[in-house]
């Protein structure tokens, strides 16, 4: 570059664009071994991580979309478990564990088998999976590894799942949406003693009562309920009837919840809820404060939610009306 006018001498561009040449060169035959393709350099702008596509730097603290898992109809939950795999109970007809970021069948889990009309997933305490099966009106337990059930759980009280939960016992939790009851059952399939015949929480008015129970979740120390009738997500206790610890009623008295189906927590206690009927996924802080709207980009509309995982920085969102599943990844 000339010191005074800072143009390139001509020698010099022709080098350069020599330079480029052959750099576009490499590019094309890398992209034509590999089938990826990468812009960069001679001209070219490339985004740098936690960049939109255009350039634009997302606001910091910010869920970002990731990923879009497409053809992915009728998705009823999704769990993601401690090792990463990503469980997806869809079309009420199969349950596949598919790998951390990629909808690709994880080559390590066998087929779940013995499955009629799976519609709820939970993860046990060792990573093992837990299916809630209305075609039976059983919630079936499977080793980590997939397979054939390790056992069967079954009560004739129950009418419509609405969610289930397993704590860190292995203590398994019910949720009738239809009976709005929550029951507790051993690990071994009975009932708890808790209250006598094992109603953790049952219709009514008070806080620590339901009405149309839906998604569960176990956040290490309370059950997390999301409590679809009364617009509310609780932490109840696990060792006491309609003992409430927290309740979530929505942003503010003016925007509470509208049908939200579904609720979830991560490693640090934060709390995310699927708002159903407003369209949105919103994280508090483990004492109950709004923190994030996760779908806060409105380049990217979402339709109703209807199932919610967290892990770590990354929340998956089930958007059965557009037949995706969405991943987003917290930036710092």
């Known amino acids: 570059?000339?010191?005074?006018?800072?143009?390139?001498?001509?020698?010099?561009?022709?080098?350069?664009?020599?330079?480029?040449?052959?750099?576009?060169?490499?590019?094309?035959?890398?992209?034509?071994?590999?089938?990826?393709?990468?812009?960069?350099?001679?001209?070219?702008?490339?985004?740098?991580?936690?960049?939109?596509?255009?350039?634009?730097?997302?606001?910091?603290?910010?869920?970002?979309?990731?990923?879009?898992?497409?053809?992915?109809?009728?998705?009823?939950?999704?769990?993601?478990?401690?090792?990463?795999?990503?469980?997806?109970?869809?079309?009420?007809?199969?349950?596949?564990?598919?790998?951390?970021?990629?909808?690709?069948?994880?080559?390590?889990?066998?087929?779940?088998?013995?499955?009629?009309?799976?519609?709820?997933?939970?993860?046990?305490?060792?990573?093992?999976?837990?299916?809630?099966?209305?075609?039976?009106?059983?919630?079936?337990?499977?080793?980590?590894?997939?397979?054939?059930?390790?056992?069967?759980?079954?009560?004739?009280?129950?009418?419509?799942?609405?969610?289930?939960?397993?704590?860190?016992?292995g203590y398994l939790y019910v949720s009738d949406s239809e009976k709005e009851f929550i029951w507790k059952y051993t690990p071994t399939g009975e009932r708890d003693t808790l209250g006598g015949n094992g109603v953790l929480s049952e219709s009514g008015a008070g806080i620590g009562y339901v009405m149309h129970p839906r998604g569960m979740s176990f956040d290490g120390t309370y059950l997390l309920v999301t409590d679809t009738g009364h617009n509310q997500v609780k932490r109840l206790a696990t060792d006491a009837v309609a003992s409430c610890y927290l309740f979530i009623n929505g942003p503010s008295p003016a925007d509470p919840f509208e049908s939200p189906l579904d609720s979830d927590s991560d490693e640090l206690g934060n709390i995310y809820v699927a708002d159903t009927g407003k369209n949105r996924v919103l994280r508090y802080t483990t004492l109950g404060v709004l923190d994030k709207t996760v779908n806060w980009d409105p380049q990217y509309p979402i339709g109703p939610p209807v199932a919610v995982a967290a892990r770590q920085d990354w929340v998956y969102v089930a958007d059965p009306a557009n037949a995706k599943i969405l991943i987003y990844e917290l930036r710092n």
Not at 62 to 67: A, T
Not at 102 to 123: D, F, M, Q, S
Not at 149 to 168: E, K, M, N, R
């Open 1 to 169: 570059m000339h010191p005074t006018t800072g143009m390139i001498p001509k020698s010099v561009h022709g080098r350069v664009l020599t330079a480029c040449g052959r750099v576009w060169l490499f590019l094309l035959l890398s992209s034509l071994l590999t089938g990826a393709f990468v812009l960069t350099g001679c001209g070219q702008k490339m985004s740098k991580p936690g960049e939109a596509p255009g350039g634009t730097s997302f606001p910091p603290g910010e869920y970002v979309l990731i990923g879009v898992w497409s053809d992915f109809p009728g998705t009823t939950d999704i769990v993601v478990t401690t090792g990463g795999y990503v469980y997806v109970a869809q079309e009420s007809s199969r349950v596949v564990a598919y790998k951390t970021f990629a909808a690709t069948p994880h080559p390590l889990i066998a087929p779940l088998e013995n499955l009629v009309k799976p519609v709820l997933l939970a993860e046990g305490p060792n990573q093992e999976i837990y299916v809630a099966d209305a075609g039976d009106m059983t919630v079936k337990h499977f080793p980590r590894g997939g397979g054939a059930p390790l056992q069967t759980f079954t009560d004739a009280a129950w009418a419509v799942f609405g969610g289930i939960a397993v704590d860190d016992k």
